[in-house]
């Protein structure tokens, strides 16, 4: 079973009528709800034990818990995918059958309800059919389907981690500097959130390269330099991440240069 090229054209959809989700963490709830809310007949979000038959079955359960649930889902429906973006189509084969992909780009953090309208979607496929029925739930969530191959997943998903959780990470790293100036957790929050979104909203307009501002961008150096004795006095354990970070902003400016 090999996963479909990413050159592949995406054959026209053959959405499914019935979908058995297996799994009933973030995404698995989020999705049976999103599908239910399209029309199709959802059974789910299932437990591991239950044993689903419907005509596409789709784990949304942990990347080492694939194989397993796959095998638990053997001969329960043709088509049997999961929703994960870093592991190949290959831990599908103990189920059997056409295997397919579908992993929303979008953060799944505890609401039930997600935005997915616009969202990118990556899909993949054994077979063109496979490939053209994640392609159809995908349009039918209203996300834009792109086809991803088995080899290009590690890249994939390491983009997408840098994208979102790597953001978070670097968040909570500024409201914890912000601390020094006496603000509190929340109020970091709720200043920073705007400039956030604003560099955000600029960086996917106009490239990093022309969103970039700040001081290492203007080659500002002494502000720089205070700034990171402010970091080493706030938070010495993120200086680390400043000095790194200072570095690759170097970089980035000098393309700009």
């Known amino acids: 079973m090999t996963n479909t090229p990413h050159s592949q054209t995406i054959q026209a959809p053959a959405v499914p009528r019935t979908i058995a989700l297996v799994g009933r963490g973030r995404v698995g709830t989020a999705l049976a709800r999103a599908l239910g809310d399209a029309g ?3 059974l789910g979000p299932l437990g591991p034990g239950e044993p689903p038959t419907a005509d596409a ?3 949304c359960v942990p990347d ?3 194989p397993v649930a796959a095998a ?3 001969g329960a429906a043709r088509l049997v995918g999961h929703t994960s973006g870093a592991t190949p ?3 599908l084969i103990p189920a059997g059958g056409e295997a397919f992909g579908l992993h929303p780009l979008q953060t799944f953090s505890g609401e039930n309800h997600v935005p997915l309208h616009g969202c990118g979607c990556a899909v993949a496929g054994s077979t063109p059919g496979a490939l053209g029925a994640a392609s159809g739930l995908a349009d039918l969530l209203g996300m834009r389907p792109f086809a991803i191959s088995d080899a290009e997943r590690p890249a994939y998903h390491a983009a997408a981690s840098i994208a979102s959780n790597f953001l ?4 909570g790293a500024a409201e914890r500097v912000a601390a020094g100036a006496g603000l509190s957790g929340t109020e970091a929050r709720s200043l920073l959130a705007p400039l956030v979104r604003t560099t955000v909203d600029n960086w996917a307009t106009q490239g990093p390269e022309r969103a970039l501002t700040g001081p290492v961008a203007r080659g500002d150096e ?3 330099s205070a700034q990171r ?3 080493a006095e706030a938070a010495p354990e993120l200086l680390g991440l400043f000095d790194a970070l200072v570095e690759r902003t170097r970089d980035l400016a000098a393309v700009t240069a």
């Open 64 to 66: 080492d818990s694939i």
């Open 72 to 74: 638990a889902a053997k």
């Open 222 to 224: 002494h502000t720089v």
């Open 40 to 42: 199709l007949r959802v």
């Open 229 to 231: 004795e402010a970091v």
């Open 168 to 171: 978070v990470t670097l968040a």
């Open 89 to 91: 189509l290959s831990a």
């Open 57 to 59: 079955v789709l784990l």
